[in-house]
């Protein structure tokens, strides 16, 4: 059958000379509907066209696609992305995997070279440096050195990758963040290969890959499952998406920023239920966001709960692409493609959405988020305020605001240096720590090195500036600098008791900020750069000073980190701090200064100058000629062309690490971060018919929103876990663990890692964090001690769960951990997409309860034990699945599921026991 069933292949002339492409518009004068089409559907069609076979993407697909209505779709539709981004943490487990399908492939006589990415496929590594130091010149060096010490094997894994794998790329550490990266250098907008040219698309094993919509290019972040399967030539399959319209109008007021905005789009979306959907921008206030502004957006496409936040390709998009330096034909090339084939921003009042969501720029406020929640939007004049309340509510401490407190000030703080008496001082290695209680409300007074000082709830120990949603907008890094500046200027300090971090995306961002002058400033508030990374927003903020870390874990202080991330779930940014806030890097500097969140910034100084003349944030704030004077002044293309020139290069670190040049790769018995995977090997050549679930036992019974850090954190875990334990028997000293998300390429840490964040609240439990109910014997114990008995015994088992399982990053592990736990089915109320779709590729059934029901209406307490019928009788997309539960004392409940198998193709998947058993059998039976 003709590979062009609709007669639309043209040929487009452009500087790069004549190459082929499947004319959308053609298919316009044949009287299809694309004008109508959002720009992102028109997208997925060119991509299904263009890749349309009769087998993997069918006549049907592309009917579906060209059909596409506003309502809502149980059809699925194939993607075949352009090319793949990984990070590290994500990264190292998908090239364990795939180089455990080349060694199971070998062993059944195959050649290794078969087993081979199909396309192009970029690794950043980006999340593996932590702050351990902080606000010196020496900051830097130091981490990276700890950074190579903690994590040479993986990187020598990941340098035999690529010197073994065909489309493998690397870019070594300190370069930046992979998004920032992607959306600074690797997008192209439009790619031209073997004489093709076709829009730039791609799936991230990160969730925050959608931040390259910004710059016109759709992609988004899959499971390390799912980009592993797009990596060997699988399509990835999902459901035809809704897209909703944001409509933007006006823009921004004078004082606000573009995370101001990002987070009030992340409420307003949330509160509109996007999840699974498509979210497509357009609107006159486009004109007024730069290709930055809209990649803060885009960014948090995760926190929405959407697919992708689009940005079609414009007059602006092009501009961003001459100032980071692309070449002049690479920007022909996206002008004349996308004008030629209907992809230019134009005509956006003939597209019809499935729903128009509107907001007008002028109303957004100054605005934080948290304080465990990106979508938690807090206004900054309610802030203070709002804190008492939280402080109330979650944490059941009463609050009095410190204007009503005695003496107006907080035992030394807020500029007053009056001495405090002290009594019965604990010393330990020169610190003195004093609890006092006062109207009330506690108190902790540190002494260390003859320096004192008060900590007490509210207490800013962590202020960051990181993560690619803000370290790539010059407005607000530049923003933070000027603040630094003006409160230098006022002989404004950090208060000693702040954790302060500058984690740039790209070095991009220290040579503007060098050049201005602005670092030094920074700098002078102890905002040294720390390494060019995640950090703190991955959870890698390294531990707190030993002193604030005493005064916190003795006195059960609720303190408070403030960061420029786009991540704050509970114990993600540090297992001692139980307030997170998501701000402005402008807003982070402030709440450094100021050492408090509890502090109403719009009427209250942020501290007082030698002279006790107190200084306020208005009084420091830039304008936005100030921060685009210096902008212009500073920031060129040969910014970019210097940083990005040897971007594959390394430092001497990197260039020195020696890795193997064997096609299979030789596992080490004794690694404890390299392992084979589990999965494949002695994989049959049958796929086995697929059986109900009887007997099976609840291993966790959890409330709404929990999240992938939940199932599977990446941060720091304790000696006495499950992993730690595990560690120390291999021999490995507890300074030397790393993190959860270092050693994801180890299975048995993993798997003993699943479920096990020190605040995830299993109600089977009496304990928070970790552990469960062993049902038949009643005992507790923590989560993988409690799954081995069950699988000795062979005891299948359930997870309950409520609302949004699942949010948060596209954490692979958090299905595979919870697949060799034994867990054979998730029961929820409603799932993210990315997680949902990694159970099912790893053979885990995700059901979902009838409108209306929950554990708690249908009676639920999670000792039953569970049946579930239906399976084996043969599956269908969404079937509805039976369900008995039989109480203790021999009383059932019945009621129907539906089984979120949403395709035939993941119903596929599930038969076979996960989307890579699929491919290995496809593969071995070629």
């Not at 932590?130 to 010196?136: A, E, I, L, Y």
């Not at 192209?188 to 698309?201: E, K, L, M």
């Not at 692409?321 to 690479?330: F, G, I, L, S, V």
Request: hydrophobic share 35%.
């Amino acid at each position: 059958m003709s590979l062009d069933p609709y007669k639309i292949k043209k040929t487009l002339r452009t500087t790069q000379g004549e190459l082929s492409y499947w004319s959308l518009e053609e298919l316009q004068n044949q009287g299809h509907g694309i004008k109508k089409l959002p720009f992102s559907i028109r997208i997925l069609l060119e991509n299904a066209l263009r890749n349309f076979d009769d087998f993997a993407i069918t006549k049907e697909n592309l009917e579906t696609l060209l059909d596409w209505k506003p309502a809502s779709s149980d059809k699925d539709i194939p993607f075949k992305p352009a090319r793949v981004l990984m990070q590290d943490f994500t990264g190292v487990p998908a090239v364990v995997d795939i180089a455990s399908l080349r060694a199971e492939a070998v062993r059944k006589g195959k050649d290794p070279n078969d087993i081979n990415p199909l396309i192009p496929v970029d690794l950043v590594i980006d999340h593996s440096v932590q702050v351990d130091f902080f606000g010196t010149d020496y900051s830097y060096k130091k981490n990276v050195d700890v950074e190579y010490e903690r994590n040479g094997e993986r990187y020598e894994f990941l340098k035999w990758a690529q010197k073994s794998f065909d489309n493998f790329s690397v870019v070594p550490p300190g370069m930046g963040i992979c998004h920032q990266v992607n959306l600074e250098y690797l997008a192209q907008g439009v790619i031209a290969r073997d004489g093709n040219v076709f829009p730039d698309t791609l799936v991230g094993t990160d969730s925050h890959t959608p931040m390259v919509n910004g710059i016109g290019v759709v992609g988004w972040g899959v499971g390390g499952i799912e980009a592993e399967a797009a990596i060997l030539g699988q399509p990835i399959y999902f459901i035809m998406p809704q897209v909703v319209g944001l409509k933007l109008t006006g823009k921004l007021p004078l004082g606000t920023t573009a995370t101001d905005m990002v987070l009030t789009i992340t409420e307003l979306l949330r509160r509109h239920s996007v999840v699974g959907k498509f979210v497509e921008v357009f609107g006159s206030g486009l004109d007024h966001l730069s290709v930055p502004d809209r990649a803060t957006i885009s960014n948090m496409s995760p926190e929405f709960g959407c697919t992708v936040t689009y940005f079609p390709i414009d007059d602006r998009t092009l501009d961003y692409m001459a100032k980071t330096n692309r070449n002049e034909d690479q920007i022909k090339l996206v002008e004349t493609y996308a004008k030629a084939n209907m992809l230019w921003r134009k005509d956006e009042d003939e597209i019809v959405y499935s729903k128009v969501v509107e907001l007008d720029l002028g109303t957004v406020e100054p605005t934080v988020s948290g304080p465990k929640r990106p979508q938690d939007k807090i206004l900054l004049r309610d802030f203070k305020n709002k804190f008492g309340s939280l402080l109330r509510d979650a944490h059941g401490r009463e609050y009095i605001p410190i204007d009503k407190r005695e003496d107006g000030r907080w035992f030394g703080e807020g500029g007053s240096n009056q001495p405090i008496e002290t009594e019965s001082l604990k010393e330990e290695d020169d610190i003195e720590i004093e609890t006092k209680i006062k109207n009330g409300l506690k108190s902790v007074v540190v002494k260390i090195h003859n320096e004192k000082f008060a900590l007490h709830d509210g207490s800013v120990v962590i202020a960051a500036i990181t993560s690619c949603t803000n370290t790539s907008n010059p407005s607000v890094m530049v923003g933070a600098g000027l603040i630094a500046k003006k409160a230098r200027q006022r002989g404004l300090d950090v208060k000693p008791w702040v954790k302060t971090s500058l984690a740039p995306g790209s070095k991009v961002v220290t040579d503007y900020l060098q050049n201005s002058g602005l670092l030094e400033d920074l700098e002078a508030l102890r905002f040294h750069v720390v390494g060019y990374g995640c950090t703190s927003c991955i959870g890698n903020s390294g531990p707190l000073p030993r002193h604030i870390a005493q005064a916190v874990e003795e006195n059960d202080l609720i303190v408070a980190s403030v960061l420029s991330g786009n991540r704050n779930f509970e114990a993600r940014v540090h297992p001692q701090v139980k307030m997170n806030y998501l701000m402005s890097p402008m807003l982070v500097v402030a709440y450094a200064l100021a050492g408090r969140v509890d502090v109403d910034l719009n009427e209250e100084p942020l501290g007082y100058d030698p002279n006790l003349e107190p200084v306020y944030l208005k009084d420091i704030w830039p304008t936005q000629e100030e921060i685009f004077e210096v902008i212009n002044r500073v920031l060129s293309p040969q910014d970019y062309k210097n940083s990005y020139g040897e971007i594959f290069e390394g430092n001497e670190q990197w260039k020195a690490l020696t890795a193997p040049s064997d096609k299979v790769y030789q596992w080490s018995d004794s690694s404890t971060y390299i392992k084979q995977a589990p999965f494949f090997e002695g994989i049959s050549s049958e796929v086995p018919e697929p059986q109900d679930i009887s007997g099976a036992q609840v291993l966790l019974k959890l409330g709404d929103s929990i999240t992938t850090d939940h199932i599977s954190p990446a941060g720091s875990f304790a000696s006495h876990s499950p992993a730690g334990k595990f560690l120390i028997e291999k021999g490995i000293d507890p300074s030397d663990f790393n993190s959860y998300g270092s050693r994801r390429g180890n299975d048995e840490v993993m798997v003993r890692g699943t479920f096990a964040n020190v605040r995830i609240k299993n109600q089977l439990a009496e304990r928070e964090g970790g552990y469960t109910v062993h049902i038949p014997s009643g005992e507790e114990m923590s989560v993988y001690d409690a799954s081995k008995k069950y699988q000795a015994d062979a005891t299948p088992l359930v997870v309950l769960a409520g609302k949004e399982y699942g949010s948060g990053s596209s954490r692979d592990w958090a299905a595979k951990g919870t697949s060799l736990l034994g867990i054979k089915a998730v029961l929820a109320e409603s799932y993210e997409r990315i997680h949902r779709s990694n159970l099912v590729g790893m053979g885990v059934l995700p059901l979902q309860y009838m409108e209306g029901q929950t554990a708690e209406t249908l009676g639920l307490s999670g000792l039953e034990t569970i049946h579930i019928s239906g399976i084996s009788e043969g599956l269908s997309p969404l079937k509805t699945l039976q369900v008995k539960a039989s109480r203790q004392d021999g009383s059932t409940i019945s009621f129907e599921v539906i089984g979120r198998l949403d395709s035939a193709i993941e119903i596929a998947y599930y038969k076979n026991g996960g989307i890579l058993h699929y491919v290995l059998r496809q593969f071995l039976s070629k």
